[in-house]
């Protein structure tokens, strides 16, 4: 069986955009739905809505795949969960090492989605003694002392760091050496990486610290709060010029026009 050790995604090579990358799999998940209910073909904008981007950006991301929709049939699904697969590299197995089994660690390893997707939990690994041997959704953890063997002997690639802020630019480090080349980072900190090795962050804080931001800038656009506050106003209480509101509105926006989510560390 391929591991993701000698086998990498091709969508670099071919000049895929990062952001029609990010968007793969929202469309895989929408098609994937798609199949479940055995709906054979799929408009461009029935796709686009349900996958929560527009139909213009969904037709220009598959132009990069190669795929181009039937006029007045649509995209076969089938077809398009396969070859999407196959450009985000889920067409074969990939070795997953999660380090730190708290109750994040532990949840992860017990998330039934990493299968289904073409990933495969190799290991847990925790320094916790205590832990060592203790099954979490059916895996034995095994200690941190022997994470090098570990991405050794399972040909590891991808690793999930899921340990405190404090100790995981430590693990980071240990996975680099070892040969682990991507990292999804769950630590509440940024981790510095070599190279050639690609990270990805998650912080719940600061999704939700996003969505605070919104939620403030949705109560002060009431109707009647500008007028009680006496106009548009900044953080001074100074009245904000419509010119100088909109230029704040666009310089938020990212290169495809759309709102930045968390940048990956």
Not at 81 to 86: K, T
Not at 110 to 138: C, E, H, N, Q
Request: proline content about 7%; aromatic content about 4%; some cysteine.
């Amino acid at each position: 069986m391929a591991t993701g050790r000698t086998h990498r995604p091709a969508t670099r090579s071919r000049g895929i955009p990062e952001a029609t990358v990010a968007r793969l799999p929202l469309y895989l998940r929408a098609l994937t739905a798609l199949s479940e209910r055995s709906v054979p073909t799929v408009s461009s904008e029935e796709l686009a809505s349900a996958a929560g981007v527009n139909s213009a950006k969904l037709r220009k991301d598959f132009s990069y795949l190669g795929s181009y929709g039937t006029r007045g049939v649509g995209y076969d699904v089938e077809y398009l969960v396969y070859q999407i697969s196959r450009e985000l590299g889920l067409t074969q197995d990939w070795p997953v090492v999660i380090v730190g089994i708290g109750n994040l660690g532990a949840a992860l390893a017990g998330y039934g989605g990493f299968a289904s997707r073409g990933f495969r939990v190799a290991a847990l690994i925790d320094a916790d003694p205590a832990m060592t041997g203790k099954p979490v959704a059916g895996i034995p953890v095994q200690h941190s002392d022997d994470l090098e063997k570990i991405v050794s002997e399972d040909g590891v690639s991808i690793g999930v760091i899921a340990t405190p802020a404090g100790v995981a630019q430590q693990v980071c480090d240990r996975l680099v050496a070892a040969g682990v080349t991507s990292i999804l980072n769950f630590a509440p900190t940024v981790l510095s990486v070599p190279d050639g090795v690609d990270v990805r962050k998650v912080d719940l804080s600061i999704e939700l610290q996003i969505l605070a931001f919104h939620e403030q800038r949705k109560a002060g656009e009431e109707p009647g709060a500008e007028a009680a506050a006496g106009g548009p106003a900044g953080a001074s209480g100074a009245a904000v010029p419509p010119a100088a509101r909109s230029t704040e509105d666009t310089s938020r926006k990212g290169p495809d026009g759309d709102m930045p989510a968390v940048m990956p560390a």
